[in-house]
């Protein structure tokens, strides 16, 4: 079974703060697959990245960056110089092997990002 | 990347009708899934909707309340049936194995459902 935790349920910042969201998975396959999507309050979800796990190379796209640690079943995600339209619901996802397979989906967390 | 549209974007239900989602792709996706999402909560699989025969249901779901539909590579229906008030959730349909974007999974806007 695949299991993820956001441990997270809500986070406050002040604009311009740096700022982490944790993830933690579970999953007896050796290979996987994980995802960030942000979901703002209009609802629609939007993908942030994939991540393979045999590549455990960190990734930085603009002010996000994420830093996967295959030892500890970690993928969190840092947003750098946080903005108020950062405000959001971060979900983290695992999927299984295979092309486009089912999501299991972390509880989310809320980050509002404060003027 | 594939675009994803659902109809409707939010409706209000009286308790004991049904009402149909329709999700729809503009490019030809391999994989098409329906999830949940109730208020404040995260997203759980309703099923896996399959070309052409019975869609794959997760446990908790059943075709008699969740009946689907996927008749072609680019199209799926999701219905509510019976609905009561703790149907009220969005609903979320998804598209994956997009040719060059094999692994990734693009979301609708979601069908926001109030059931009074």
Known sequence: AQKVT????????????DVTLD???ETRDTTYYLFWYKQPPSGELVFLIRRNSFDEQNEISGRYSWNF???????NFTITASQVVDSAVYFCALSPPGSARQLTFGSGTQLTVLP | SAVISQKPSRDICQRGTSLTIQCQVDSQVTMMFWYRQQPGQSLTLIATAN???????ESGFVIDKFPISRPNLTFSTLTVSNMSPEDSSIYLCSGGGLAGSYNEQFFGPGTRLTVL
């Open chain 2, 51 to 57: 070309q052409g025969s019975e869609a794959t249901y």
């Open chain 1, 6 to 17: 956001q441990a997270q349920t809500e986070i406050s910042v002040v604009e311009k703060e």
């Open chain 1, 69 to 75: 640690q295959k030892s500890t079943s970690s993928f």
């Open chain 1, 23 to 25: 993830c933690v998975y």
